[in-house]
Structure formats: C-alpha cells, structure tokens
C-alpha cells in the first residue's frame, strides 16, 4: 500500500543494531516462530468453536470450515482471514536512518549495513531521474557506521551526487580505505579491508567537515572538504539540521533534524557516564547529557543509543552469553537513562537503538512490553527501535 505524500519529515529505520551485524540465532527463529503461531492458533481455534454446537462438536467439515479441499492455496486464504499482529522485529542491520523531507530532500544518517539496504531503496525511488542527490550525515568514525558505504548501489551511479557531512575523522574513515574526496588511498589500505576504491565508484562525492575549531578537526585540505562550524545550522531547503557533540570514546556527532515545526533528534553514540564524581570523563559526560537534553526538548521523535541497562552497565550481570564485566567507558548509555531524560525533556516518542548484539529476540521483546506499559501510564512513549519502520511526523 502506498503512503500519503511527505508533510514535514518522514523517518525510516533501515538499522538499529550495536556494534556489529548480527543474523538471529536459531533459538531466538524458534522463539519468533512460536509467538506467531501461537497468535495465529488462537485465533483459529476461536474461528473453530464459533462453528460448534452445544455440545462443542463441529458441526460443519473442515473444507466448509476454510472454503474448500485442503490445497496451499485454500490454507493459506483461510489464514490470511484473521489479523494476526506481526512479532516484533529488530533487525540485524547495523545503524542507518532515512529521512524524506516535505520539499524533497533526501537526508541519510550514519552508514551502517543498513545502508546497503537504504541506497537500494533509493535507486528505486529515483528511477529515470538524471541528477540525484543524497545528503549523508555521519555521527563518527567507528565501523559499525561506516561499514555499509562501500555496499551502497547509490555509490556506483554516476547520476547521484553525495554530499557527506561529518566531523573530521568519520570523513577521514571513510576515505582512507576509498579515497572518495582525496582520490588516493593510502598505500598500506590498498585492498585490505575492501577492493572497492574510488576509482570503480563513478558517483560523484563531496565532503563537509564539521568541526569545532579544536586539534581533532585537522588536515581538512587533504580531504578536499569544505567546513562548517559545529555551532552554525544546516539548511537543506526548508530543513535545518543543527549538529552537537556527544560523548563517546571517539568524536562524536549527533543531529537535530526540523521541518515544518517538527523535530526529530538522532544520537548514537552517547554514554551518560556513572563514575566516581571524580573522574576527569564524568563532567564532560554530564555536559554532552545537557547538550542532548537541550536540543531534544519538546522533540516529536527522538532514536538514541540505549545499548545497556543499568545492572549490565554497572557490570552486575551479563547479557545473552556475555558475562558480567563493567561497561562504563564504553561510549554506550544505559535504558533506565534514555527513558529518564525523554521523560523530563517532554519527548514524545523515543526509538531506543543501538542494541547489544548479545541480547536475543526474547529479552528485546520483553524490554519492549515492559516499556510499553510504563510509558503508557506516564504519558509518553518509549520502545526499542526496529529496522523497516517509518514514522510520519
């Protein structure tokens, strides 16, 4: 079914896994495959007693009962007559976030492997189109949100045009082993993570640094980028897109995106630190939480990293198979945070990413019902984030 056309902002979630791609294990298939089933058999059996007499016998066959002789067709008709709602799925796509803007701007956030999946998409919507452009806004340097770059089909068309936006080092990650704004790669990254270089990648590709005028935002010559101030907005059209830093063991950036008098906040990675007061990381933490707090104000839709929770911080218990080991430090916040500062910043509706590639299917989809009948009793919303859905704002 086709959707309405774009009023403001439209956000798509192409992925929400941490720290690495993950494909569900076969226990957590089994646990997936049970709720369905176990939805879908409710329902039939309650189709079944309705067709029964006094005494619970059936009083018709099963071939009147599904409208036919037992085939895969009939089976199948038969099932699709009941709503049976769809167990939640979180995807195993590393971080990647679409943003169709009312006056026709393309706007993509972090290149995780759910890129791959994005810039297919994209293609497609652009069609026949002679001159494309993408927008593509990186939070910072580490892997998991840059992997997906050298997959993307919209890299290899030489109609589209990229615009890259991002601090110094997710620029330098991604042209180190590429060389897409240099047009070099470094000697000792020829073919080492990837055979993909600029050369075979006849898209057109420009580079943004954006920067806040300390020693990190450096050797911006190099990269053939333009640069902006981390303090001055970005308008595309009728879209400004103010970029603040978080904090994280690398750089880090995170966005706020407004159309129309609609706001959308993106942040990962984020850690509000829990350290002895002491520590010299902890106020800048604090600071980078005000930071957040500030720009998410009143937000219609905010997706932040909440990998964690707080025992499993605080390393009093493991996740998945994981053992218990301390997590502070490692850039990653905790659930208990998120929820706590959507709550006071009056955000209406929180995407909780960023998941921990430990935790299974089950514990997601208890989090997530747990959160559900919290957050419906306190008047906000809050729900782990899934690959595959759009929000209309």
């Known amino acids: 079914m086709s959707r309405p ?5 439209r956000v798509r979630i192409y992925g929400a896994q941490g720290s690495g791609s993950v494909f569900p294990s076969r226990s957590e298939r089994l646990a997936f495959q049970r709720r369905a089933e176990h939805e879908l058999l409710t329902r039939v059996f309650a189709d079944i007693a309705r067709h029964a007499d006094t005494s619970g016998r059936l009083g018709c066959s099963v071939e009147d009962l599904i409208g036919g002789p037992l085939t895969t067709r009939s089976i199948t008709s038969y099932a699709e007559r009941f709503e049976v709602p769809e167990p939640r799925v979180y995807g195993g796509w590393t971080t990647c976030v679409h943003i169709e803007t009312g006056d026709g701007y393309d706007i993509v956030l972090d290149c995780g492997s759910g890129f791959r999946t994005c810039a297919r998409d994209l293609q ?13 806004f990186g939070s910072h340097s580490h892997l998991d949100h840059t992997e997906g770059f050298d997959q993307a089909a919209v890299c290899f068309d030489p109609r589209n045009h990229l615009h890259v936006y991002g601090n110094h080092q997710f620029l330098r990650a991604l042209d180190y082993n590429l060389g897409i704004f240099s047009r070099k790669v470094a000697r000792e990254a020829q073919g080492v993570q990837t055979p993909i270089f600029f050369g075979i990648m006849p898209a057109k590709f420009s580079a943004c640094e954006i920067g806040s005028g300390s020693a990190v935002d450096n050797d911006a010559v190099s990269l053939n980028s333009v640069v902006q101030d981390v303090h001055t907005p970005i308008r595309l059209g009728a879209t400004t897109i103010t970029a603040f830093e978080v904090f994280h063991p690398a750089p880090c950036l995170a966005y706020r995106v407004e159309h129309g008098g609609r706001v959308f906040v993106f942040c990962t990675d984020h850690e509000l630190q829990h350290a002895d007061s002491g520590h010299p ?38 996740i998945g198979e994981s053992g218990a080991v301390t997590r502070a430090g490692w850039g990653h916040s905790c659930v208990e945070d998120v929820i706590e500062m959507a709550r006071q910043s009056g955000i209406r509706h929180t995407l909780i990413g960023h998941h921990d590639p430990n935790r299974e299917w089950s514990e997601r989809n208890w989090l997530d019902e747990s959160m559900a009948r919290r957050s419906a009793s306190e008047g906000y919303r809050a729900e782990l984030a899934r690959a595959e859905t759009v929000f209309d704002l």
Request: hydrophobic content about 40%.
């Open 124 to 136: 497609a919507k652009w069609a026949d189109r002679s001159e494309r452009h993408l927008y593509v």
């Open 5 to 9: 056309l774009v009023q403001n902002l």
């Open 281 to 318: 990381y902890v106020q800048r933490s604090l600071d980078a939480e005000a930071r957040l707090a500030a720009h998410a104000r009143g937000a219609d839709l905010m997706y932040r990293d909440g990998q964690y929770l707080r025992a499993e911080y605080d390393g009093l218990k493991g």
